[in-house]
């Protein structure tokens, strides 16, 4: 018997329970599905009393010339120079300010 020539049925067609890909499992047969806890971040990624590295002050930039393509107001906050803290805070605010019932 050949797998390939469709003598013996593979796995996922035929179930212990007479269930297929035509017949699905009852509801109550489904397995109970527990996730597994989120680990807690050990370090901020940035620092946050610190300047920002380079990747972080050009996605910075690119949030700052968004904001501003679509408000016309400049923010008084220099990617080149923002700390860690002064960065999140400029993104929280721009983040509620977009969406207004998205709350942390």
């Known amino acids: 018997m050949d797998?390939?020539?469709g003598a013996v049925p593979?796995?996922?067609?035929v179930r212990q329970n007479g269930s297929g890909p035509e017949v699905p499992r009852p509801?109550?047969?489904?397995?109970e599905v527990?996730?597994?806890p989120v680990p807690p971040l050990l370090d901020p990624m940035v620092q946050m009393d610190?300047?920002?590295p380079p990747l972080g002050k050009y996605l910075l930039g690119t949030a700052i010339a968004l904001d501003t393509t679509h408000t016309g107001q400049v923010p008084d906050i220099d990617p080149k120079t923002a700390t860690g803290q002064?960065?999140?805070?400029y993104m929280t605010d721009r983040q509620a300010r977009i969406w207004p019932g998205l709350t942390r």
């Open 3 to 5: 797998i390939l020539s």
């Open 10 to 13: 593979l796995m996922g067609d």
């Open 27 to 31: 509801q109550e047969d489904w397995p």
């Open 34 to 36: 527990t996730p597994r």
């Open 50 to 52: 610190k300047p920002l």
């Open 86 to 89: 002064q960065a999140r805070d």
